[in-house]
């Protein structure tokens, strides 16, 4: 028997769980809450090899490589001193390393390379309710649509719909005290090499920037911000103000935040951190929730699209090889909930570590050497590897 699933969310996860499920033999449409045009706004993200390499088990990392640029090491920085240069992770056996893309390219890839191998993408279609039926899910948008399916896969991100149909106690997002911005600035000369994640521990703020190849410059900084805004808050700071604020946080740093800001022509809009240190509860009848949707991680793990793209092939090779869905939804969550509370926690560490105040620098070269000295023992997070042709395990 055929079986059809529901994907609810064409970001990072939903794509890729439809291009993974079409190579397991099973049928999905995605469902996008969004129009096409309104892909990524502005920002970009460092995939890991990890994610990588589950890409690769669909035939997919050249469709990144070719848009992205290689992003290998980064160094920290305080000071004027370098306080830690490490690589992250192995190369895959091509050759392929981390890869900078912007977010709107990563998204418009996948979901254009779903549709080449003929999954259904249908923009405009927000999930606002879900129900188990006799024989499946009944899915209700806000158009007033529905669509029926064998399965729902709720990859609907941060503020996902579906955790709260599955769980109506599912926790909330946890806020983490720091804001992002940043750009792409052009016709400043950095020092260092392309594709290395320079990151720069200031006074006041924590800047980071990546040259590309071409010698533009990506750069984000994390402003402090111990309460939450509200989003009608943040949508009200113009690019402007974020230029004097952030000038007003880096001035006196002896890093080029304020050359690489003042050679930035547009400044994309602050957003709020968040993460989920556990969801309780992932998967209720033929109803699951992946990616961003059960485990956000705050940026600073660089993995939450690691993890969404881990997650997708992860899913699918347990529906291909347990065709009873609730079992194959049980032995996902064995295989995954581990391995991604870890990376939340190590995402939290990481971004408690820009926002530290002068004790904390004090104690930062020392905190670097330690890092510097456990690099090598990352292995669990960059090294992980799915093996597409290997039975997932009964039990
Ligand atoms: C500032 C910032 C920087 C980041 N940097 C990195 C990085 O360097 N490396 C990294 O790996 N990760 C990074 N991340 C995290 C990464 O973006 C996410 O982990 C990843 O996008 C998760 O993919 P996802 O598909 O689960 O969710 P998303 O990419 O958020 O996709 C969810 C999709 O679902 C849609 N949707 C939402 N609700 C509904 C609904 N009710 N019905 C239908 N559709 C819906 C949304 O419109 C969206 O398209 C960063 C995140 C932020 C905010």
Redesign the pocket.
């Known amino acids: 028997m055929t079986i059809k699933a529901l994907i ?7 794509p ?1 769980t439809a291009m993974a499920l079409k190579q397991a033999g099973i049928d999905s449409t995605v ?4 129009d096409r045009s ?1 892909d990524g706004v502005g ?6 090899v990890n ?1 990588l390499a589950a890409l690769r088990t669909l035939g997919l990392s050249n469709l990144v490589r070719d848009k992205g640029f290689d992003t290998p090491s980064m160094a920290a920085e305080m000071d004027g001193r370098r306080l830690a240069e490490f690589s992250f992770g192995q190369p895959l056996p091509d050759g392929t390393r981390n890869q ?1 893309i912007t ?1 709107a390219d990563l ?1 418009g890839a996948l979901r254009d390379e779903a549709v080449r191998r003929g999954v259904p993408v249908e923009y405009g ?4 309710a879900a129900e188990s039926t006799s024989d499946g899910v009944l899915a209700r ?2 158009d007033g649509s529905t669509a029926r399916g064998d399965l729902l896969i709720g ?8 955790r709260g149909i599955i769980d109506p106690n599912a926790p909330a997002p946890r806020y983490v005290p720091l804001l ?1 911005a ?1 750009g792409y600035a052009r016709g400043v000369a950095l020092a260092g090499e392309p594709g290395v994640m320079h990151m720069f521990f200031g006074r006041r703020c924590f800047f980071s920037y990546v040259t590309r190849p071409d010698g533009e410059v990506w750069w ?1 900084a994390n402003p402090p911000q111990p309460t939450e805004l509200a989003p009608k808050d943040l949508a009200a700071i113009t690019p402007e103000q974020w230029r004097t604020k952030l000038r007003d946080l880096f001035a006196g740093d002896d890093f080029p935040a304020l050359e690489v800001i003042d050679a930035t022509g547009h400044i994309f809009s602050g ?1 709020n ?1 968040y993460d989920f240190p556990k969801v309780p509860v992932w998967h209720r009848d033929r109803m699951i929730i ?4 059960a485990h ?2 705050s ?1 600073a ?8 793209m881990e ?1 997708a092939v992860t899913l699918a090779k347990c529906l291909r090889d347990l065709p009873e869905v609730p079992r194959a939804f049980a032995a996902y969550e064995s295989l995954r909930r581990r391995r991604v509370e870890r990376v939340v926690a190590q995402g939290k560490r990481n971004g408690d570590g820009k926002a530290v105040g002068r004790l904390g620098r004090m104690m930062l070269p020392l905190i670097f050497r330690f890092v510097a000295k456990a690099a090598p023992k990352q292995g669990w997070l960059y090294d992980h590897r799915i093996d597409w042709d290997e039975p997932v395990a009964v039990g």
Do not use: C, H
């Open positions: 609810i969310g064409g970001g990072v996860a939903g890729v469902y996008e809450a969004y309104a920002a970009f993200l460092t995939l890991a994610g900078t977010r998204y279609k927000r999930l606002v948008f806000a990859a609907d991100g941060l503020r996902s719909v579906t992002n940043g984000f957003w951190t992946i990616g961003d949707a956000a991680t940026p793990s660089g993995q939450g699209a690691s993890m969404a997650d």
